[in-house]
């Protein structure tokens, strides 16, 4: 067996098994690794195996200190490389809440930095983190439309991007773009963006949530340096590793250049009463506080591990997943997917947002979980933009009066869709089973509309079915076992 096979095997959570509205006990298939991914069982390994040397990295001279302390550097090192992030010019720092805490400080970090450059620029395509946090800190924020592919729209529209970047020269600080859109899957020329941004004097920073575990990201070391990335976010949690942090890659020269935005233990050299000195050294200065020690080493694991696969390998896995599951979906007449479905016109890496005609997404999801124990997300994913430029046009047909800037909750049950989306350990029978359930649901469409009402949190709820979740797993159930097994 080949290594990719190997480990798309050892996943946790791969047998896990739930009871179905029609009684039945089925394996869970898990669609929804845009949201989070599931857990790398060499990296829970290496997390179980590290907790027997944990100790604070701020502790100095015992063994497991200088082990925890060695290794913490370590997973630095292994990011920076993984993203080929040149360790003499960037350095990468964790932060608590995945991308969303990272895009927020970056935001602060830019602001202060070029105080004169009032404006973000940054597109509609954007997941909410990278979004509000420019909104919030930024003094102006201006939005990239979107243009077609094919009819569908969902792409950056690169001109309209350039126009904005000339039209508001020598203003704009950053450009601030996904890298992959967690709604469509389609992946940006952010190295292309990265060019234009710096020929008109702006930065580029890249969320790159829904980028790290799917493709090959190169930060620096390009012969033109103007593709270079000045800075750059991932949540570890979609990188295979849940409860590990978020990760900040950014140039030195700009942390260097203000006083950090979070201060206390681990970031100063010396503290007196009257003043301190905060550490020349990369990354403690941006790390205040005891860090998420163990999320660091297992996000690292998983890290090598992809590396010693070749993200080629895994890119190239992914989208021949990715396409077979679009070509067959594709032939479901009621079936419609958002966004330019050809991977060679458009490449795309995770995410497929769809929806049938005649139902409701929260209907679609609610069917998909219930009686096909397939795991999926849908409404809006935390784009509302974006999602709403795509499906303006059918839910007018409903709402005539909805336009950009109004919104009424009743909204919510027409304006969304149903995503599924993909990680290394899904497999083309998982596509096979979505395709026979969206087939299936297509047939059985009025009977399962009969079966659910909504409530007036805008959900669809069975009739009848009311799983019983807490027999899976509680913390005190969990604690009950413990305390009787020992
Ligand atoms: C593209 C993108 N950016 C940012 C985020 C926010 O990530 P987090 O929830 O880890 O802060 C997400 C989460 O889905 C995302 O998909």
Sequence with gaps: MDSLSKIQKDFIGLNTKYTLANGEKTRRIYLDSTASTLMMGAANDAIKSFYHHYA??????????????????????????????????????????????????????????????????????????????????????????????????????????????????GQVNYVAMTGVSNVTGIINPIYDIAELAHTYGALMLVDGAQMVAHLPVKISGYENPLRNIDAFVFSGHKTYVPGSPGVVICRKDILSSIEPEEVGGGMVDRVFVEKYTITETFPDREEAGTPNIPGAIGLAAALEVMDRIGMETIFEEETELISDAMEKMKLIHDVHIYGETDCNICPRAASISFNIAGMDHGLVAAVLNDYYN??????????HPYVQEMILEDVMIEYPEINDNVYKPEYKIKAGMVRASFGLYNTTKDVDFLINALNDIIVKRELYKTKYSINEDGNYVHESFRPNMEREFTISGFVDDYFQSR
Aim: glycine share 4%.
């Design 56 to 169: 604070n990295t701020h502790s100095l001279l015992h063994f497991s200190a200088k082990i925890s302390t060695n290794e913490y550097r370590f997973a630095h090192e292994r990011i920076l490389s993984f993203v080929q992030a040149d360790p003499n010019d960037y350095t990468c720092f964790f932060t608590g809440s995945g991308t969303t805490a990272g895009m927020n400080r970056l935001a602060r970090v830019f602001r202060d930095y070029r105080p004169h450059h009032p404006i973000a620029v940054i597109s509609l395509m954007e997941h909410h983190s990278n979004d509000l946090p420019h909104r919030k800190h930024a003094k102006k924020v201006v939005h990239v439309p979107l243009t077609n592919h094919g009819g569908e729209p969902g792409c950056i529209n690169m001109d309209a991007l350039e126009e904005i970047l000339r039209k508001h020269s």
């Design 374 to 383: 397939i795991a999926v997300r849908n409404e809006c994913f935390c784009a």
